[in-house]
């Protein structure tokens, strides 16, 4: 199943432009989108309404060809780019390329995102193409709402985390203790050892991450601490999981919060709310509510309960000090988001992340994550992970 493009067609005409242009490599989320092509190296995609057109190297033109949901490519020979870069410096052999490809196209003025090379625009500028900036991040907004294909890429990925969240899971809970820190097999179980478990286990399921969260005590009350050193007993052990799918590049997203023997009153009391503030953002969570509204009731939960969030003191550097959730697909992070300002309407075919936090470096940090597919007629949890505390 495709993209809806629609969106995109209506902005090119909205703004006079005969096409969109994108000049990244396929760490790009919108370049991979767009192309359908995985390359390391950056290459141009010609999005038109009548059809997408690829410029690549040599070296990538035949699996541009065979691999990209392009309907023409093109390779830099085709504009004879050698004999340029005899006349020019590189900088202005390039410019004459990317010049004649567009003017091959019939295109003389492109929208880009926001992203899009400076020295590519100028460039494109002298040789007379208008070059402008899409401000309303169309092909970003045309990517939140995932097809059918994608949700399973989303749910293949989620799986993978599920399967390293529980080898997580099953060393510390493997774990003695010895002074009030955790010892596995003879040796002080560290926040390192447990990442690379996590990270062994998502090589065997087809993923792989960048970097994790294993933050303990004082490191989990701060929501993005890496987390390093020994794991100590008692004290709050923040797991958070993004993996991407190797094969398809979409990721997953899933927190767990662990406490190996006895959490303190206050933590366990962070726990209790963070699980009402979970409940309480799935109750809101339907097509037509915005990310604000389950954004609120989150809030709602938390400042009834005593704890300041950042909207009753945004300078609170304690309590609930994030927001709810966030779009996940080819990023981690992408839209929609939910959180305060996030007035569009959730909409079906919508993945976002739903996950409410308490942080106090006196006490540690408590979050839990789970992922959601927005539907017709509410939404599907791709979780299906137990909420355990006490290990």
Do not use: W
Not at 5 to 14: E, I, V
Not at 61 to 78: G, M, W
Not at 200 to 225: K, N
């Amino acid at each position: 199943m495709e993209p809806d493009f629609g969106a995109l067609d209506d902005a090119l005409d909205s703004a006079g432009a005969d096409g969109y242009l994108l000049d990244a490599d396929a760490s790009t989320s919108d370049q991979l989108y767009l192309s359908g092509f995985d390359a390391s190296d950056p290459f141009l995609t010609l999005y038109t309404p009548d059809e997408t057109v690829l410029l690549v190297s040599g070296l990538e033109f035949t699996r541009a060809k065979r691999e990209s949901r392009a309907d023409t490519v093109r390779r830099y020979a085709d504009y004879d780019y050698q004999e340029k870069r005899a006349n020019n410096d590189t900088s202005t052999a390039r410019d004459l390329l990317y010049a004649e490809f567009l003017d091959e196209f019939g295109v003389e003025s492109v929208l880009a995102n926001e992203r899009f090379p400076l020295a590519t625009a100028d460039g494109l500028r002298e040789h007379g193409v208008s070059v402008e900036v899409d401000d309303d991040d169309t092909v970003g907004t045309i990517r939140a709402t995932k097809t059918s294909e994608e949700v399973e890429h989303v749910k293949a990925a989620q799986e993978a985390n599920e399967a390293a969240m529980r080898a997580a899971q099953t060393l510390i809970e493997a774990a003695a203790v010895r002074d009030g820190v955790l010892h596995y097999e003879g040796e002080p179980l560290t926040s390192e050892r447990v990442k690379e478990e996590i990270e062994v286990t998502l090589l065997r399921h087809g993923c792989s991450l960048d970097e994790t969260i294993v933050a303990c005590g004082e490191s989990a009350s701060i929501p993005h601490d890496r987390g390093s050193g020994p794991l100590h007993a008692d004290e709050t052990i923040i797991i958070d999981i993004f993996p991407r799918d190797k094969e398809t590049k979409y990721h997953a997203d899933m927190t767990r919060t662990f406490v190996k023997g006895d959490a303190s009153s206050e933590a366990q009391e962070f726990y209790d709310v963070t699980r009402e503030a979970l409940d309480a953002a799935f109750d809101a969570l339907e097509p037509g509510a915005t990310g604000e509204e389950v954004h609120d009731a989150v809030c709602d939960v938390y400042e009834d309960a005593g704890y300041p969030t950042l909207r009753s003191d945004p300078s609170t550097e304690t309590g609930y000090i994030h927001s709810t959730g966030h779009g996940v697909g080819l990023d981690v992070h992408e839209a929609p988001s939910v959180s305060t300002n996030a007035t569009d309407e959730l909409e079906p075919g919508h993945i976002v992340t739903i996950e409410p936090g308490l942080y106090d470096p006196e006490i540690g940090g408590v979050r839990l994550e789970d992922i959601v597919v927005v539907t017709e007629d509410g939404y599907e949890n791709f979780t299906d992970y137990p909420l355990d505390f006490e290990l």
